[in-house]
């Protein structure tokens, strides 16, 4: 059993004897305690806030209670001693064989663990750019994220649905059609300058040429017309997300969710909690169109639930609002009976958040459901210092095919969620394009191949080259050193990781995790330089050299397990 589930289980029983000799009917909530490996080792191999958790219910102090467990704990036979600590931290310092055992439950585990989840049917809509044109920096953080946050969801039990919401309905996709028939009759090839009538740049040239080669527009509706062109950019974005490893299963169109049949379906439950009326809205502060004009609107009651106004629902030539197709979409969502509706949107989204939250919680009093948002910061592309200068044949951004063709799939993968959701990310193609461990992703990869290196030089040293090394045939007695215990508890923290960020949505956890691996890897082969002693492989000793190889062995699988859950490679030979 891994550290984590044995002292969950162990101190659980305790707090529950506890609560059963103090008349307590409650039954202690496992998941309410942590189980945590200090940052500084004078605290212990791990440490628990247990008795801070339970001292209340049990009339204790924390201490007095962490002093009780103590008093219980003593006798186990993995336990070398124990302290209190602080307001009553309980902390843990095991026997060396103890952790030497973690490193065959951790090999074990990978292939069987089980996460104590409930498990959850999850949509999670990422991506969802505009088809308007190609995809730029700030999508590839979203497409990735999103990717990411539903590979480790995967992971740990749940059912997810990767959704892209095509935004194919609604003024954009009116100045999208302008943009390719001004295309189509430029013969002169006049340049776009500052017509906000349309969209600037060469790739939607592109597009006009392509949608009207061989006069294919002749004979074509304008629905079908329309849905060539934004099928053609839609097949372009897929291309650029397949290039990054980006996958989803279910695309849903705005123009078809927002049928009449959903339209009055919505409006006529909105009416039934009189949540609507017909009235006017201010002049928007921001808006400078001279043309603005005072019409009446269909409003939803948004100030009643805390917004600053209300907000309109219907434009007044009858088109729909984002506000109502968004609630026309969730709602479609919270019908088909999802657990949680994950969204991956930008930062300038923020205050659009709680207005639909709202909104869908009046819809559905009595639906059990979570409506979650994650807002991505800005991602800035640098060299050096400098602000990278590129080519923008798009009009007003860099595009993500640009990046993705100068560094590489895993580069960007990594780099997109190296930070927290709501940190701006400084993309350096200078680091990035380095061989250091200022490159986080050559840093982790450059570990994997050196242990697959070192794999192969054991095998050459002891003459063993088809033998497939088992950990369970090694001796890891020989495990004793301070860098052994440290690389092991690390390995052994893995699916504590893998459980945290599922939890919260935060891919960085494991980025920074198998960073923070490579580092520690790439120091314990370094110890050899400075103490022969410490040499992972020795000529002379085969039974250290297997228990030191088969701690590599465990790094390796390690990594592999987490950059393959990040999509990203593991090669052999760097």
């Known amino acids: 059993m891994l550290f984590n589930d044995y002292l969950k289980n162990k101190l659980n029983n305790l707090i529950c004897a506890e609560f059963k000799a103090h008349s307590i009917q409650e039954i202690p909530d496992e998941s309410s305690f ?11 191999d791990v440490s628990s806030n247990i008795a801070m958790i339970f001292s209340k219910k049990l009339n204790l102090t924390p ?36 952790w030497q055992n973690q490193l065959k439950e951790v090999v074990r585990n990978l292939k069987i663990y089980k996460y104590k989840i409930e498990k959850k049917r999850i949509c999670l809509e990422f991506v969802s750019a505009n088809p308007t044109g190609l995809m730029h920096i ?15 969801l995967e992971e740990v039990g749940h059912d997810v649905t990767r959704e ?85 299963n279910s695309f849903v169109s705005e123009k078809k969710i927002s049928s009449k049949e959903n339209v ?52 007044p030539n009858g088109d729909l609002t984002y506000f109502m197709s968004d609630i026309i979409y969730h709602q479609n969502k919270i019908d088909k009976n999802y657990d949680i509706l994950l969204n991956i949107w930008g930062v300038d989204h923020s205050g659009y958040v709680k207005r639909l939250a709202n909104a869908l919680k009046e ?24 602000i990278m200068k590129m080519s923008k044949r798009d009009g007003n951004y860099v595009t ?93 923290n893995f699916f504590n990781i893998m459980i945290a960020s599922a939890k919260s949505y935060e891919p960085h956890k494991i980025a920074n995790y198998l960073y923070d691996l490579a580092k520690d890897f790439h120091a314990y082969w370094g110890l050899g330089k400075l103490d022969p002693s410490k040499k992972i492989i020795s000529d002379n000793n085969y039974e250290i050299s297997f228990s030191r190889i088969s701690l590599v062995l ?11 859950i990040l999509k990203i490679d593991c090669p052999e030979n760097m």
């Not at 002093?67 to 931290?89: H, S, T």
């Not at 979650?372 to 050096?384: A, H, P, Q, Y």
Request: with cysteine; hydrophobic share 35%; aromatic share 10%.
């Open 34 to 44: 942590s189980i945590e490996i200090p940052s500084n080792k004078k605290f212990g």
């Open 63 to 98: 201490r007095e209670l962490a002093g009780k467990l103590c008093n219980q704990l003593n006798e186990d036979k993995f336990i070398e001693r124990l302290e209190v600590v602080g307001p009553g931290f309980l902390n843990f310092f095991f026997k060396n064989y103890f």
């Open 138 to 152: 700030g999508h590839a953080r979203g497409a990735v994220l999103g990717d990411t946050i539903a590979s480790i």
């Open 164 to 248: 892209y919401y095509i935004n194919d309905a609604g003024e954009q996709i009116k100045k999208l059609i302008n943009t390719i028939i001004f295309h189509h009759k430029n013969l002169t090839n006049e340049k776009i300058n500052d017509d906000k009538n349309l969209y600037p740049g060469t790739y939607l040239k592109e597009i006009s040429d392509t949608v009207y080669k061989d006069n294919s527009r002749e004979g074509l509706s304008n629905n079908i017309f329309e849905k060539k062109i934004i099928d053609l950019i839609i097949n372009d974005i897929k291309k650029d997300l397949k290039e990054i490893k980006v996958d989803h």
């Open 264 to 315: 009055d379906k919505v409006l006529k439950r909105l009416k039934n909690k009189n949540l609507i009326y017909e009235g006017f809205q201010e002049r928007p502060k921001s808006s400078n169109n001279q043309n603005w004009k005072k019409d009446k609107l269909l409003l939803f009651k948004s100030q009643k639930l805390g917004d600053d106004n209300d907000r309109a629902l219907m434009k």
């Open 363 to 386: 819809l559905n009093v009595k639906k059990q459901y979570s409506f979650e948002v994650k807002l991505t910061s800005l991602v800035n592309l640098l060299e050096g210092k400098k």
């Open 400 to 492: 993500m095919r640009e990046v993705v063709e100068k560094v590489g799939s895993d580069a960007l993968r990594f780099m997109m969620i190296s930070r927290n959701v709501d940190k701006k990310i400084d993309f350096d193609f200078k680091i990035i394009k380095s061989k250091t461990k200022e490159n986080p992703v050559f840093y982790v990869q450059y570990a994997y191949a050196r242990c697959m290196s070192l794999i192969e030089t054991f095998k050459r040293t002891f003459d063993c080259p088809s033998k497939k090394i088992d950990i369970n045939d090694a001796d890891l007695s020989f495990l004793n050193f301070e860098e052994d215990k440290v690389l092991i508890i690390k390995l052994s």
């Open 554 to 564: 465990v790094v390796s699988l390690i990594i592999k397990k987490g950059l393959g």
